[in-house]
């Protein structure tokens, strides 16, 4: 699990976080995987790219979840760089043997159509290209409640976790092997 600090679990002990909750899926689903969680909250696509290398190395993920690009968003990073580091990070997962899920994030509209609509297309796009897995938006349902939000209206409530953990698992779920 590659991501920022929707998947470090930011404000909430780590075990409330929907990475720790995914785990606890898999054990009761007795699919024999483990989760390394190296999201690191502030984390943008192109610290994401630095780090799949070595991540890789270590690891040797099966499946490989990359959850990055909301930071770059929230700066107003190019989109087309948003898309090479995103499919630089698929391609060395993919390399590696890794079957890779994308996951998507959106925008608030104060960023402006153009690039609102260009930074949510990014996601699709780069899954297609590189043939893998999308789950479109990680706050798919909820995004717009601010009951599931913290006070700063950007991350997600314990109460929210399991939720992120729903969308998640449509797109991760036939990646895994019984």
């Known amino acids: 699990m590659v991501g920022d600090s929707l998947s470090a679990a930011y404000g909430l002990a780590r075990t409330q976080g929907w990475v720790a909750l995914l785990e606890e899926r898999l054990k009761r689903e007795r699919l024999d995987y483990s989760v390394v969680n190296a999201s690191i909250s502030g984390e943008t696509s192109a ?6 290398g070595e ?7 099966a499946v490989v979840i990359v959850e990055l690009g909301g930071n770059d968003g929230l700066r107003g990073l190019p989109v087309a760089q948003l898309k090479a580091n995103l499919g630089a990070m698929v391609q060395r997962a993919k390399k590696a043997g890794a079957r890779v899920l994308v996951v998507g994030m959106r925008l608030p ?3 402006g159509p153009d690039y609102t609509q260009a930074f949510e297309n990014a996601f699709a796009e780069v899954a297609k290209r590189y043939r893998v897995a999308l789950s479109p938006f990680i706050l798919e349902g909820f995004g717009e409640k601010p009951e599931y939000f913290q006070p700063d209206r950007i991350h997600p409530t314990a109460e929210a976790q399991p939720l992120i953990v729903e969308r998640v698992w449509r797109g991760l779920r036939p990646l895994l092997k019984n």
């Open 109 to 111: 509209p104060n960023y």
């Open 47 to 52: 610290g994401g790219r630095a780090r799949i």
């Open 55 to 61: 991540l890789i190395a270590r690891h040797h993920p």
